[in-house]
Every structure is written in structure tokens, then in C-alpha cells.
């Protein structure tokens, strides 16, 4: 993992125009629509998946989704190398970051909870 601190100033100039995020907590987490926030096409984009099980007991897949954006799936096909670490977002709230692929089905895929990530 990646540890440390950013700087203020830094961020603030970098990232003045970012949209701001609460924080959910595992137990908001829950079953239905949200989205991955990736360049996978050169620019920042968000595309919709549905989290179908949410496991608040398991270590590092908290999250198991699947893709249902077409444009994401016409793109990479799914989940690919590289992807790993892109925040998934419901509801307004990073919730977590995907983790895995399922190697049988690209479309499918693992995310761990930010709230897990943040203890470490």
C-alpha cells in the first residue's frame, strides 16, 4: 500500500475542481446501483455496476459486482489489468476500490470497502 501524507497546497491547486465525496462505511453499503470511476479510455469516466453481494466479515472482497455499463464493456470487456484500485462510488460516497476480476467472466468483479482500506 501506499502510505504518507499529501499536501494541502498541492492538492488544493491539483485538484481544485474534483468533486468532493463522503466516506460510507462498510454497513452503507448495500445490494444495487453504483459506479467505477476509471480512465480506462484516457479521460475520467464513471461507468454503472450492480453490487449483488455485500460480505462486511471478509478481508479484502467486501464487494462482488457486476458490470452492466455497455460502454465500459465494449471498451475492455469488463474488469481488466489495471483497474485495480479505481474507487467504486453509491450514493454520493466512495464506498471502496475494485480488487479483482473474476477470471471466467470479465463482467464480473470484487471491490474491498474504503473503510477497510483506511485502517490499514
Known sequence: GIY???DEAYCSTRY???E???IAKGDDVRSGRAYIYSRMNGELSKYEIDIEIVDCDADDKNI???VID???IELTGGVV???SGSPIVQD???IG???HVFVNDPTRGYGIFIENMLEE
Open 4 to 6: 504518507g501524507h499529501l
Open 16 to 18: 481544485s475542481d474534483a
Open 20 to 22: 468532493r465525496m463522503y
Open 64 to 66: 462482488e459486482f457486476h
Open 70 to 72: 455497455n460502454d465500459l
Open 81 to 83: 489489468q489495471g483497474m
Open 92 to 94: 454520493g460516497k466512495i
Open 97 to 99: 476500490a475494485v480488487t
